[in-house]
Structures are given as structure tokens and as C-alpha cells.
């Protein structure tokens, strides 16, 4: 790995965005190839993209391209499926989404590539389970968004309340990315002060309601969202490729459990580095093992 070379796979509105995040950071990413069902769609988005070289930060090579092109690709981001539609669950969409995904993974594997997946496709975990079975990459190559999303919009919320920046106050939302995850708030802590000392229980459980379903609300008012995923998309690139060993709740494969799901992770230049071993109190210890069993249930709902 050492091209620092992209590929994004889906240029609608979050692989799009993704790309358009990334020329407007200073990153160490070198190149981005775009593909996507609709190869116009993707050439287009890189004629737009490349348009903006002369006066953005960071000069990105970006191009159109194939599954062919992921030989030597250091990290392939999957933004591609059927989207989320008003009213529609994330596990809705799992059928159609892991037929997509197993003819797209069959088609990159071929071209020889080694590197990393992140996949950002809903529903994520299940995705990210099944990118690992049908690549055959090491456990610590593939990741998923996570709950990094979740619980980026957690900080936000909570740091609302206590009238302080999100980037100082600690907290994460685990599990499923979906309606079954929860909030660790026995862990969470602004500079070292509880949380839970400073936010009435009524309060909580307001935060983990608004940060549960805020995905919907917003689906609901624009159609799709986009800017908050591609921004957190690109700090978990930017983990692996400047080799950060930052911890983040991204989507990993969990061995005990047989399963993918958002937990607090070290993610470097390798990819998973490793998975914290946190103590939870015992309600959140049974919430978890809920939403390990709602995606365990959904994992073996599919007939393959």
C-alpha cells in the first residue's frame, strides 16, 4: 500500500460528495477513480471534479474507470446499491443490496486487488459481514462506516447541552448501525467529567432518541443524506492512510459473535488494528447483544 490511490464505487449523492470532500481537504490521497453502473454518470463527476483542480487545496488525480482499475487501489470505498427510500428501514434493503454487492466484490477481487474495503452501503454492517466472506480478505482489510456517523451526531448533541465544542466531548454509539443501536453512556465524558453527571437521565434518553432516528427525519425533509457520512468517510481514510491509530466506532467483523457491527476500533495503515475490550454496564451489555442479534438474524436471513 503505498500509491495512496482511491477507488469509490457509486457516484451518486455520498459517493460524489466523498470525492468532492476529499479535493477540498488537504489529504495524502494522490488519485480517485470513480465507477458506477452508470459509466457516464461517473465520467461526468470526474469531468466536474477535475474542473476544480486549478483552485482546490490538495491536486487529486481523478478519472473514471472500471473494476479493473482496483489492482492497485489501496482502499476501495463501496457507496453503490439501491438507496434508502422514505419510510424504508436499512434492513429493507439488504436483499437487494447484497446481490449487488457479491457480483461487485467477485469483479474487484479478479483484478488482483489487495488492499482495503470501506463500505458505506446500507444496511453497512450486514454488508461489510458479507465483503468479508465473499472477498476472502483477512478480517482486518475490510471496515465499514460504522456508527462513526451515529456517533459523530451523539458529540454534536451532547456538546449542544453542555455549550461546548463536539471534538471535546467523548461518547459513542455502538451496534447496528440502525434502529438497534444504543448509546454507551456509562463511557462517555467530557474532559474526564461523566457524562452522566452532567445530563439529567431525561436528557439522555432524548439524545439517544434524536441521534437513533435523526437519519430518517432527514431522509424524510431532502431525499437522502450525504454531507455528514462523506465527512466522517473521509476522517476514517484519513486514519488509514496517514496511519493514525486513532480509535473510532467503525463496522468490523467480531469473531466471537460471528457478526459486523459499529465498536470503538484502532484503525491504522493496515486497517483494523484492534477492537477495545470496554466494560459495559449491564443494560447496555443486554442492548448489545440485541442489536448483535438483529443483524445476526438479518445475516442469516439471506438465501445465497
Partial sequence: MDNNKIMIVGTGNVGASIAYGIM???????????????????????????????????YVKVRNGTYKDAHDCDVIVITAGAAQKPGETRMELLKKNVNILQGMIEQIMDSGFNGIFLVVTNPMDVLTYYTYKFSGLPAEKVIGSGTVLDSARLRTRIAGYLNVNPKSVHAYQVGEHGDSELTLWSLADLGGQPVTKLLDKTIRTDISDFVRNEAYDIIEKKGATYYGIATCVIDILNCIFNDE????????????????????????????????????????????????????????????
Avoid at 458506477?36 to 463527476?45: L, M, Q, S, V, Y
Fill in 245 to 304: 491509530l486513532r480509535v473510532l466506532p467503525v463496522s468490523s467483523y467480531d469473531h466471537f459473535s460471528d457478526t459486523s457491527f459499529g465498536w470503538p476500533t484502532v484503525i491504522g495503515r493496515t486497517g483494523i488494528i484492534r477492537r477495545l475490550d470496554l466494560k459495559l454496564s449491564e443494560a447496555e451489555g443486554i442492548a448489545l447483544q440485541k442489536s448483535i442479534n438483529t443483524l445476526k438474524k438479518a445475516i442469516s436471513s439471506v438465501k445465497l
Fill in 24 to 58: 477540498n481537504q488537504r489529504t495524502t490521497i494522490n488519485e480517485i477513480i470513480l465507477t458506477d453502473i452508470i459509466a457516464k454518470d461517473a465520467e461526468g463527476e470526474a469531468m466536474d471534479l477535475r474542473d476544480a483542480l486549478a483552485v482546490a487545496p490538495s
